[in-house]
T-cell receptor, first 117, second 113 residues
Framework: DTAVSQTPKYLVTQMGNDKSIKCEQNLGHDTMYWYKQDSKKFLKIMFSYNNKELIINETVPNRFSPKSPDKAHLNLHINSLELGDSAVYFC????????????????FGPGTRLTVL | AQKITQTQPGMFVQEKEAVTLDCTYDTSDPSYGLFWYKQPSSGEMIFLIY??????QNATEGRYSLNFQKARKSANLVISASQLGDSAMYFC??????????FGDGTTLTVKP
C-alpha cells in the first residue's frame, strides 16, 4: 500500500550509460514531480507533470527526459550519464487544484541514489 | 520569481525545549501552500505540516505548529518539547497553482540530551 514508490532504490553505473528511474503513485494525484538532491542536501525541482502534461521544466540538461505514460506514473530517463549526475532523485505527487485552500501536501517516494563512476 | 529562504543552516536545542526554525518566502501568486518536511539521516522526506495561503488560522500537528505571518511572508516552524528523534534536516517548501514547487536550503536541527 505504498503511496509513492520508486525503483530502483540504488543505481550504480558507468559514465556515458543510459538509465531510467521509475515512479508510481497510487494516491489518485494529478501532479507528479522529479527532484534532485545533491551532496550538500539542496533539493531542486526538475520537472512537474499535471495530468500527463509537462507544466514545469527547470533548467535541466536535455539528457534528462521525463515520460508520463499515465497520471500514476512519471519515469525519468537519463542519457549519457555524467559524474555530476550523481545525486539522490526523489519523485513526488500532489493534487494541484485549489492550492492555498486545500490540504495538498506533496508525498515523496523513498528516493533513488544514483552513483555515476 | 518564487523563493524560499531558510537563514539557519544549523540549530541546536536542548531536549524537551521548544525550537523555532525560520522560513521566509516570496511569490506573486495569491494561491500557495507552505510545507515543512523532515529528512532524517535515513534520507526519506517526511511531511510535517501544511499552511494554505487563505487559511486564517495557524496550522498545528501534534508538537508541530506553523507560525504563519502573511504580511511578513514568513512561515516559521515551531517544535515543542524537542525529542532526540527530532534531530534531522528540515525543509520549508512552497507550492503554487502553476505547479511550481520550491524548497529552501534546509536547516539541520540537533537535539542535545
Amino acid at each position: 500500500d505504498t503511496a509513492v514508490s520508486q525503483t530502483p532504490k540504488y543505481l550504480v553505473t558507468q559514465m556515458g550509460n543510459d538509465k531510467s528511474i521509475k515512479c508510481e503513485q497510487n494516491l489518485g494525484h494529478d501532479t507528479m514531480y522529479w527532484y534532485k538532491q545533491d551532496s550538500k542536501k539542496f533539493l531542486k525541482i526538475m520537472f512537474s507533470y499535471n495530468n500527463k502534461e509537462l507544466i514545469i521544466n527547470e533548467t535541466v540538461p536535455n539528457r534528462f527526459s521525463p515520460k508520463s505514460p499515465d497520471k500514476a506514473h512519471l519515469n525519468l530517463h537519463i542519457n549519457s550519464l555524467e559524474l555530476g549526475d550523481s545525486a539522490v532523485y526523489f519523485c513526488a505527487s500532489s493534487r494541484l487544484k485549489d492550492t492555498g485552500t486545500r490540504h495538498n501536501e506533496q508525498f515523496f517516494g523513498p528516493g533513488t541514489r544514483l552513483t555515476v563512476l | 520569481a518564487q523563493k524560499i529562504t531558510q537563514t539557519q543552516p544549523g540549530m541546536f536545542v536542548q531536549e524537551k525545549e521548544a525550537v523555532t526554525l525560520d522560513c521566509t518566502y516570496d511569490t506573486s501568486d495569491p494561491s500557495y501552500g507552505l510545507f515543512w518536511y523532515k529528512q532524517p539521516s535515513s534520507g526519506e522526506m517526511i511531511f510535517l505540516i501544511y499552511q494554505g495561503s487563505y487559511d486564517q488560522q495557524n496550522a498545528t500537528e501534534g508538537r508541530y505548529s506553523l507560525n504563519f505571518q502573511k504580511a511578513r511572508k514568513s512561515a516559521n516552524l515551531v517544535i515543542s518539547a524537542s525529542q532526540l528523534g527530532d534531530s534531522a534536516m528540515y525543509f520549508c517548501a512552497m507550492n503554487t497553482n502553476a505547479g511550481k514547487s520550491t524548497f529552501g536550503d534546509g536547516t539541520t536541527l540537533t537535539v542535545k540530551p
